[in-house]
Structure formats: structure tokens, C-alpha cells
């Protein structure tokens, strides 16, 4: 490839400073929120308008440079890790609602648009849009259709994937595609659905149409607080049981409601082994009346407290608490790997009792906040990047949590992909036909697999792996955690 050439492909697209390739410059793309991986990209683009993202992956297509799609990084499995003689395409300002429709109930969206933003424009209308992964206030759709992502309403109302209806997308070799349309119906093969979830693998959207929701009429939130993980865990195969379908059923463990409660003081109870957050929602009549039957199903699960939420202001304490608890375990390690493995619900006691006995054997803290309606875990791994060995060894933790969720019928990702973090374990939960028809659709549609190279198939070059630790700026005392 003749660097020189295509950086002045780029500059005929882009101003100069929309175009990135000093190293200060590039520093803040090096990695996303998985950093334990970095690579420093060729450069960074940032367009403004769709028609600047397709001539810049028309540039890569002719030059044949690889190209990384970003919303705003905030993946935890290295998904917009940059490709090193690559390019990457920062979305952000991508961030134009196009169309807000309440009477056909959608809204059509560039991808650098943050997801709270529709909930947002919609509220007006009495809408939202419904899939409200924790980083809510800060990812992008972009990023929510490529990784699937999840929330803690998706129990109820299911993934970004139940929720896109029509994708304008540019294909790795620049062409655009449409995909879908703005109603419920469509005529064609499911290409939406083959899109949701590729990773950035397949392209790049351009545009979203997504399916709005009228807001629930009413909630009705619960704190039931256990001895143990498992019972926890048990209680929730209980409700799940019973037939009821709340909105959000949410479970932290000890390490999470402490940091939870150092971070935002929810009121949380700090003897409890577990706390599980109910949440119904929907139209008052029938709200109240599950309600009943859900007071039941806790009881019967026998925690040692539960807590209702009185009103709309101590509902919004619970959740900043589960919210916040990420953030907050920051408090209890410099360092930690967020996995994403999902088990069948009637086996998540066992999968939690499991867990602790891998931390106890590894000797490494894991701190479990997750969506225990959807049976995914978020196993918190504990590790401080300052000590020689620490990272390895709790990528060692890591994968044993993997085994384990796919011996028990489970997954290695919920919702937060595979990218790089993950790419090595799908031969474990794949057979080799799977992969090779996998890799065949991959080729089909990028011979040249130039979107988003590396990620998801093991086998290619890994970037290495980073010892972490405080942020220069922390050890210069300029920022910190508090
Ligand atoms: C504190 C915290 C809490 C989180 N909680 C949740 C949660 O509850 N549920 C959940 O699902 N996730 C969660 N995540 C993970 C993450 O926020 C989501 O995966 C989110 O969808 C990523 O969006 P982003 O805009 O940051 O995408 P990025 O990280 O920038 O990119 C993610 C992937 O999408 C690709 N991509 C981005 N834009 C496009 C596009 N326009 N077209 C094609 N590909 C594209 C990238 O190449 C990359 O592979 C959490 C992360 C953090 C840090």
C-alpha cells in the first residue's frame, strides 16, 4: 500500500483538522474501554456527513487499508480497537435524528447519536426507545447495532436487534446498501438481522431506523436483599417461573453494593450477600395485580429484607446505584475485566456458586453485578496492572468463567461482542463448520476484510497485550477516580 498516496486520498475528503496522524492526536483512539489492548491506527478520520464516511471507505477499498468503525469506544471487548495500518472512522459527529415519526411510532437516526438521546426526542410523545445498556448516556446506536447491545430492560423488550426495522449502510468495498424499512413488516431475507450483531464486520451503518415504545404507564420497583449469591440467583428462576416478565430483573453482589454505596449512596443494605432489583412496568391495572404475585414469589424465596421503592424519587436511587455500579468498582481495584458470559436462568445459582469458587481458587476478587433476567453475567475481575503477571493471570480467571458458562448450555458474549477480548474462545463454543460458514459470509461480503480486520475469528495477528495501571494523568494527580 502506498501510505503517501492514500493519506492524500484522505486530505482531498477531509480538512486537515478532521484528519488525525500526529501520535498526540491519535493517542485518545489507541484502545476503547477494554485498554489492556492498544494500537496506534495510521490515522483518524472524523466525518461530518455521510457522504465523507463513503469516500473514505471507497479510499480504503482502493488503497486496500483496513478501516475501524467508532461510536464512543466504550466497548469492553476491544471492538474499535484500531487495526495498526489502519484507519479509523470516528462517528460522533454522525449525530443527527432525521425523522422523528410518533404516529408510525419511529425514528431515523445517523449512528453517532447517543442512545438516550431517542429516548429523549421521543418523551415529548410519550415514547422511548427501549434497549438502555448501562453506557446509556454515552454509546452510540452505531455501536448498539453492531454489538447487539443489551440493557436491563431488554428482559421485557429484547435486543437493539427487536428494535431495528431498516439499515442504510456503506459496504467494505463503498457501495451502499439499504436494508429493511421503516415497517414492521418486510418483504425481504432478514439482512437487518444479519447486520445486527456482524461487528462492524460487514460495513458501516450510515442509518437507523428504529421502532419506538409508548412509556410505560407505571413501575413498581422492588430491593429483595439474600445470605447468598445462589439464593439470589435461585429467586430469580422463581419469578421467571411464575410467569410474571417484569421490566428489569437486576442482581449485584457484597463487592458491587459496596462500591455502589461508596459511589452514590443508594441506601443499599452492606450486610447482604446479594441484592435482587425487580422492576414491573406497563398499564396500571395490570402492574398492580403482578404485583401482588410477585410480593408472593420474593417472599417465598426467602430474602432477609426487601425494600420497596415509595416513589419515583427512591426508584431512580435503585437504579443509579445498579447504574453506577461499573464506575464504582473502580473504588475497589485499579484494574478489572468486565466478562460477558450468559448461562440458561434455571442454572444461574449454580453458575454464581461456581464463580465463587473459581475467585477463591485463582485468589483473585470478583466483584458480579449483571442481567439476571437474561441469565448474563458480568463477572467484575479483579486486578491491579502495576503488578507483574496480574493482567495474565486474571485473563486466566476469565477464561475458566468462559468454560463454564458454555459447559453449563450458556454463551461467551451477552451483549458486549466478541471483538478482540474474545475471538480465541468462539472454536469453543463453535464447531468447525460453524466457524467455516461464518468465515465464508465474512469473505462473501469482504473479500479484502478490510471492516474492522482481526476481530471476532481467531487466527490473525493479535496485538499485545498491555499491563495497565493508574492513568498518567491519576499519577500526575490532574484526575482521579473520587
Ligand atoms: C460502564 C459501561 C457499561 C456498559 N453497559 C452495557 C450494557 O448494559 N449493555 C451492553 O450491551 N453494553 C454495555 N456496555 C458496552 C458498550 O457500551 C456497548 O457495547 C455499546 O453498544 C458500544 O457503543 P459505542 O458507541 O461505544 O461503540 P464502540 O465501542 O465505538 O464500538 C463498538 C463496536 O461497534 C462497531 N461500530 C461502531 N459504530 C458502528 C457503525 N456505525 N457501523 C458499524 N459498526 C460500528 C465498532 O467497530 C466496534 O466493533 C457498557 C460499557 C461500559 C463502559
Not at 21 to 50: H, K, N
Not at 204 to 225: G, W
Not at 307 to 333: C, Q
Request: hydrophobic share 45%.
Amino acid at each position: 500500500m502506498n501510505q503517501a498516496a492514500f493519506l492524500a486520498a484522505l486530505r482531498k475528503i477531509f480538512p486537515e483538522h478532521r484528519l488525525l496522524t500526529t501520535p498526540a492526536a491519535l493517542a485518545a483512539y489507541e484502545s476503547d474501554g477494554l485498554t489492556a489492548f492498544q494500537a496506534r491506527p495510521l490515522a483518524v478520520v472524523i466525518p461530518e456527513t455521510q457522504g465523507e464516511v463513503i469516500q473514505a471507505v471507497k479510499a480504503c477499498y482502493q488503497f486496500g487499508v483496513p478501516f475501524v468503525a467508532r461510536g464512543s469506544g466504550t466497548s469492553l471487548s476491544g471492538g474499535a480497537l484500531p487495526v495498526k495500518e489502519g484507519i479509523v472512522l470516528a462517528l460522533n459527529r454522525l449525530n443527527r435524528i432525521l425523522k422523528l415519526d410518533p404516529q408510525q411510532r419511529i425514528a431515523v437516526v445517523e449512528p453517532g447519536v447517543v442512545n438516550i438521546e431517542i429516548t429523549k426526542a421521543a418523551a415529548p410523545y410519550g415514547l422511548l426507545y427501549a434497549p438502555d445498556p448501562s453506557s446509556q448516556p454515552i454509546c452510540t446506536i452505531g455501536g448498539n447495532v453492531a454489538f447487539n447491545s443489551g440493557g436491563a430492560h431488554c428482559l421485557k423488550y429484547g435486543m437493539t436487534s427487536n428494535h431495528v426495522l431498516g439499515l442504510k449502510v456503506v459496504l467494505p468495498d463503498g457501495e451502499l446498501a439499504e436494508l429493511g424499512s421503516d415497517s414492521l413488516e418486510s418483504v425481504d431475507a432478514d439482512y437487518v438481522g444479519l447486520f445486527g450483531g456482524s461487528e462492524g464486520l460487514f460495513g458501516i451503518a450510515l442509518e437507523i431506523t428504529v421502532r419506538l415504545l409508548p412509556k410505560p404507564e407505571t413501575y413498581r420497583t422492588l430491593l429483595a436483599a439474600y445470605r447468598s449469591l445462589e439464593a439470589a440467583g435461585d429467586a430469580v428462576s422463581s419469578v421467571i417461573a411464575s410467569g410474571l416478565l417484569p421490566g428489569a430483573l437486576e442482581i449485584m453482589d457484597n463487592l458491587s453494593i459496596q462500591a455502589a454505596e461508596a459511589a452514590v449512596k443508594p441506601g443499599y443494605p452492606l450486610d447482604a450477600a446479594a441484592l435482587l432489583i425487580v422492576e414491573l412496568e406497563g398499564e396500571r391495572a395490570q402492574v398492580e395485580a403482578e404485583w401482588a404475585r410477585l410480593k408472593e414469589v420474593i417472599d417465598a424465596s426467602q430474602p432477609y429484607l426487601v425494600k420497596i421503592a415509595r416513589d419515583d424519587e427512591e426508584r431512580m436511587r435503585i437504579w443509579k446505584g445498579r447504574k453506577s455500579a461499573f464506575s464504582a468498582v473502580g473504588r475497589l481495584s485499579p484494574d478489572y475485566i468486565v466478562q460477558d458470559g450468559v448461562v440458561p436462568r434455571r442454572r444461574l445459582g449454580e453458575a454464581l456458586a461456581e464463580i465463587e469458587k473459581l475467585s477463591a481458587k485463582w485468589g483473585i476478587r470478583v466483584a458480579n453485578v449483571f442481567h439476571a433476567g437474561d441469565g448474563n453475567l458480568h463477572p467484575l475481575i479483579m486486578f491491579d496492572g502495576r503488578e507483574p503477571g496480574a493482567l495474565q493471570r486474571a485473563e486466566g480467571l476469565a477464561s475458566e468463567i468462559i468454560d463454564l458458562c458454555i459447559q453449563l448450555g450458556g454463551s461467551i458474549t451477552g451483549e458486549h461482542g466478541v471483538g478482540i477480548e474474545k475471538r480465541q474462545y468462539m472454536p469453543r463454543q463453535f464447531s468447525k463448520t460453524d466457524m467455516d460458514a461464518m468465515w465464508a459470509l465474512r469473505k462473501a461480503i469482504d473479500p479484502l476484510e478490510l471492516a474492522n480486520r482481526g476481530k471476532v475469528f481467531p487466527g490473525s495477528e493479535a496485538p499485545a497485550l498491555h499491563q495497565v495501571g493508574a492513568h498518567p494523568l491519576e499519577r500526575a494527580g490532574v484526575i482521579s477516580r473520587e
